[in-house]
Antibody, heavy 129, light 108 residues
Framework: QVQLVQSGAEVKKPGASVKVSCKAS????????MHWVRQAPGQGLEWMGW????????NYAQKFQGRVTMTRDTSISTAYMELSRLRSDDTAVYYC??????????????????????WGQGTMVTVSS | DIQLTQSPSFLSASVGDRVTITCRAS??????LAWYQQKPGKAPKLLIY???TLQSGVPSRFSGSGSGTEFTLTISSLQPEDFATYYC??????????FGPGTKVDIK
């Protein structure tokens, strides 16, 4: 079945880096953009950016520019998110999510719209001294 | 950047109630809006995309409407498994996506 399986929980010290992996299965990895979203304890969802697994192209939220790097290894259908210069407020669950172009129809026509249809189980990253 | 607000941020309801959640965008986003349900300790689940299209497998008691800057998610008859937090998300700009702050639906 279609699924995203993420790497396990991490504990890091302030100033360190963390790299989270997201292994895709059940579909063509290069056919769908992959996004990363994080959620601090008790807080809402925060979009971090995306990677195009086909080209390797990336786009990051301005908040994370210069600290986040998204990469992929197509040979093993895995996407990675690395966050550097960690701070205590980076403590969060990090999710990968597949971006699908889904068909919708109105009364007059049909088209495609994007949404995050498959999510990884989440990876808890704790930043503490 | 496009900002999203949701109202209410919290609501208390009973099984069988009709529940409506509103999401407003700071600028027009056509119909490029999705709704997600999240239960504690779980990843979000896609409910609705393109503002009003039900994702495959989602019960028909969920519905979405709106376009431009104002959107609603309605649960026609609240079930025990629907107690969760609901988020809207805009995907109008491919360079930048945003989530709303969430609406927690709790048991009265």
């Amino acid at each position: 079945q279609v699924q995203l399986v993420q790497s396990g929980a991490e504990v890091k010290k302030p100033g360190a880096s963390v790299k989270v992996s997201c292994k895709a299965s059940g579909y063509t990895f290069t056919g769908y953009y992959m996004h990363w979203v994080r959620q601090a304890p008790g807080q809402g969802l925060e979009w971090m950016g995306w990677i195009n697994p086909n080209s390797g192209g990336t786009n990051y939220a301005q908040k994370f520019q210069g600290r986040v790097t998204m990469t992929r290894d197509t040979s093993i259908s895995t996407a990675y998110m690395e966050l550097s210069r960690l701070r205590s407020d980076d403590t969060a669950v990090y999710y990968c999510a597949r971006d699908a172009a889904l068909v919708y129809c109105s009364s007059t026509s049909c088209g495609e719209a994007n949404a995050f249809d498959i999510w990884g189980q989440g990876t808890m990253v704790t930043v503490s001294s | 950047d496009i900002q999203l607000t949701q109202s209410p941020s919290f609501l208390s309801a009973s099984v069988g109630d009709r529940v409506t959640i509103t999401c407003r965008a700071s600028q027009g986003i056509s119909s490029y809006l999705a709704w997600y349900q999240q239960k504690p300790g779980k990843a979000p689940k896609l409910l609705i995309y393109a503002a009003s299209t039900l994702q495959s497998g989602v019960p028909s008691r969920f519905s979405g409407s709106g376009s431009g800057t104002e959107f609603t998610l309605t649960i026609s008859s609240l079930q025990p498994e629907d107690f969760a937090t609901y988020y809207c998300q805009q995907l109008n700009s491919y360079l930048h996506s945003t989530f709303g702050p969430g609406t927690k639906v709790d048991i009265k």
